[in-house]
């Protein structure tokens, strides 16, 4: 007889995540077969949904994200006066005010998102208001510093709790250009930094230790923006005017890797995931999870708006493990809690280095990992920086808790279909910050 694969129990549904609203039950799985249709990028619908404001004329948008995160930008957007709506057809409308939007006159609630906090600021810091952004309690203990620092340097003038964490005030107003060479390896820095140049007089320039997502470029691109790319330097003259857009969000390859991870860990799994992101800054992911054993195909190869889609087709095989590191930890920062959660199954386990940054993600990420691997009986040597999961081990169910964090929920509930017995996942209901439907899609494709 079929065991339900999942049960999720919401008692009361908040619009910000409450820990222990949700539990998932996730039982073992032989086999993952299937298709599966992934909801818009994230990091692609927050910058469609901020630039549509500040552009002339209306934009529509298909496979919006379904994301909690992504309407928290939706609705700090509406706050500052351009409208949006879900049409017929499920596409999204935002109205766009052009450049000077109007002064909210509430504080601006980023609920979960730090995307939406870091790079509203910086069209917030062109305006000629002040605005008060704040979060739940997970981004009210998020480093704002990063931001806070070239925006001052543009003459914003911003104000923090202490230690530079939420609430923001950001006091907008005329800004300077500046060449910003931030210390983290951040796009949403980067995106911050070009959003406000677009009001600055003259050219801003950020300049990356790492490469790391080019999707503020592509999209201010999209929205007929010249934005000059040389090396790791990202340039934009301030001034230019937005025009509205129709586009097509890609399937988010970042939701998409706890399928692929799923599919990783039977041999014999096969699961196809059709219209994904293939955007090169994000496409690692596929070149490591090869290294490690699965077999990856990518058909019917597109591109809109500037950003390349695919289908991929990945079948499971022996699950070798790896070292993921420097600039390849930068850009696979989101799934390697997934990746790690899986890594007891693989011959050589996993080694994860120079990722102090996942320590102030939505959750301390080494930590969540560790303490939930640990609860499946597993060995995991935390470090600093990062950590080491020996291969070859035997995982048993466990009751874990999603610390708050929609990855950890979810990277546990890919890890709960190879343990032995069942898993229980306190504050399952996080998954909704980034996929409200991925416990459902994950059950499609567990077979048993
Ligand atoms: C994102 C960048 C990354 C990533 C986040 C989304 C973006 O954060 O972890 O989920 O859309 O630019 P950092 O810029 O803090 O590395």
Same mark, same amino acid.
């Given at each position: 007889?079929?065991?339900?694969?999942?049960?999720?129990?919401?008692?009361?549904?908040?619009?910000?995540?409450?820990?222990?609203?949700?539990?998932?039950?996730?039982?073992?799985?032989?086999?993952?077969?299937?298709?599966?249709?992934?909801?818009?990028?994230?990091?692609?619908?927050?910058?469609?949904?901020?630039?549509?404001?500040?552009?002339?004329?209306?934009?529509?948008?298909?496979?919006?994200?379904?994301?909690?995160?992504?309407?928290?930008?939706?609705?700090?957007?509406?706050?500052?006066?351009?409208?949006?709506?879900?049409?017929?057809?499920?596409?999204?409308?935002?109205?766009?005010?052009?450049?000077?939007?109007?002064?909210?006159?509430?504080?601006?609630?980023?609920?979960?998102?730090?995307?939406?906090?870091?790079?509203?600021?910086?069209?917030?810091?062109?305006?000629?208001?002040?605005?008060?952004?704040?979060?739940?309690?997970?981004?009210?203990?998020?480093?704002?510093?990063?931001?806070?620092?070239?925006?001052?340097?543009?003459?914003?003038?911003?104000?923090?709790?202490?230690?530079?964490?939420?609430?923001?005030?950001?006091?907008?107003?005329?800004?300077?250009?500046?060449?910003?060479?931030?210390?983290?390896?951040?796009?949403?820095?980067?995106?911050?930094?070009?959003?406000?140049?677009?009001?600055?007089?003259?050219?801003?320039?950020?300049?990356?230790?790492?490469?790391?997502?080019?999707?503020?470029?592509?999209?201010?691109?999209?929205?007929?923006?010249?934005?000059?790319?040389?090396?790791?330097?990202?340039?934009?003259?301030?001034?230019?005017?937005?025009?509205?857009?129709?586009?097509?969000?890609?399937?988010?390859?970042?939701?998409?890797?706890?399928?692929?991870?799923?599919?990783?860990?039977?041999?014999?799994?096969?699961?196809?995931?059709?219209?994904?992101?293939?955007?090169?800054?994000?496409?690692?992911?596929?070149?490591?999870?090869?290294?490690?054993?699965?077999?990856?195909?990518?058909?019917?190869?597109?591109?809109?708006?500037?950003?390349?889609?695919?289908?991929?087709? *990945?079948?499971?095989? &022996?699950?070798?493990?790896?070292? @993921?590191? +420097? =600039? $390849?930890? /930068?850009?696979?920062?989101?799934?390697?809690?997934?990746?790690?959660?899986?890594?007891?199954?693989?011959?050589?386990?996993?080694?994860?280095?120079?990722?102090?940054?996942?320590?102030?993600?939505?959750?301390?990420?080494?930590?969540?990992?560790?303490?939930?691997?640990?609860?499946?009986?597993?060995?995991?040597?935390?470090?600093?920086?990062?950590?080491?999961?020996?291969?070859?081990?035997?995982?048993?169910?466990?009751?874990?808790?999603?610390?708050?964090?929609?990855?950890?929920?979810?990277?546990?509930?890919? *890890?709960?279909?190879? &343990?032995?017995?069942?898993?229980? @996942?306190? +504050? =399952? $209901?996080? /998954?909704?910050?980034?996929?409200?439907?991925?416990?459902?899609?994950?059950?499609?494709?567990?077979?048993?």
């Amino acid at each position: 007889m079929r065991t339900p694969f999942l049960d999720l129990t919401s008692r009361l549904r908040y619009i910000n995540f409450m820990p222990d609203d949700s539990k998932a039950v996730v039982h073992p799985a032989r086999i993952v077969r299937g298709v599966v249709r992934i909801p818009g990028d994230k990091s692609i619908s927050h910058r469609y949904a901020m630039l549509a404001a500040i552009a002339e004329g209306s934009s529509k948008f298909q496979n919006f994200s379904a994301a909690r995160d992504c309407c928290s930008t939706l609705d700090c957007m509406s706050k500052l006066g351009s409208a949006w709506k879900r049409l017929e057809d499920g596409a999204i409308e935002v109205q766009g005010v052009g450049p000077r939007l109007k002064a909210p006159t509430e504080v601006l609630d980023c609920g979960n998102s730090g995307s939406t906090m870091r790079m509203l600021s910086g069209i917030l810091a062109g305006q000629p208001f002040t605005s008060e952004l704040c979060g739940d309690e997970s981004l009210s203990r998020r480093p704002m510093a990063r931001i806070m620092k070239p925006l001052s340097e543009m003459g914003a003038r911003i104000d923090a709790a202490e230690g530079g964490r939420p609430p923001l005030k950001v006091h907008g107003g005329p800004l300077k250009p500046i060449h910003y060479r931030p210390e983290v390896a951040s796009a949403q820095v980067k995106s911050c930094v070009l959003f406000a140049g677009l009001f600055a007089e003259g050219e801003t320039v950020v300049e990356e230790p790492i490469r790391t997502r080019d999707h503020g470029e592509i999209a201010l691109r999209a929205f007929g923006a010249e934005v000059e790319r040389k090396g790791n330097a990202s340039r934009i003259v301030g001034g230019q005017r937005l025009r509205a857009i129709e586009a097509h969000v890609p399937g988010d390859l970042s939701s998409a890797a706890f399928f692929l991870c799923a599919a990783a860990l039977y041999p014999g799994s096969q699961i196809t995931l059709p219209g994904i992101l293939m955007n090169p800054t994000r496409a690692r992911l596929l070149d490591i999870l090869m290294q490690m054993g699965l077999k990856v195909s990518v058909a019917h190869l597109e591109e809109h708006q500037g950003e390349l889609v695919g289908t991929i087709e *990945a079948r499971g095989s &022996a699950w070798k493990g790896g070292v @993921i590191a +420097g =600039a $390849d930890t /930068a850009a696979l920062i989101d799934e390697i809690p997934v990746l790690a959660a899986i890594a007891p199954y693989s011959e050589s386990g996993l080694d994860v280095r120079d990722a102090k940054e996942l320590r102030v993600k939505e959750s301390d990420r080494i930590a969540a990992v560790a303490t939930n691997l640990r609860k499946m009986g597993a060995e995991v040597e935390e470090r600093p920086d990062g950590m080491r999961i020996p291969g070859g081990q035997h995982l048993h169910g466990a009751e874990l808790d999603s610390f708050g964090d929609h990855r950890i929920a979810m990277a546990f509930a890919v *890890a709960a279909l190879r &343990a032995e017995g069942e898993t229980t @996942i306190s +504050g =399952a $209901d996080a /998954a909704g910050v980034s996929y409200p439907t991925f416990f459902e899609e994950l059950e499609t494709v567990a077979g048993r």
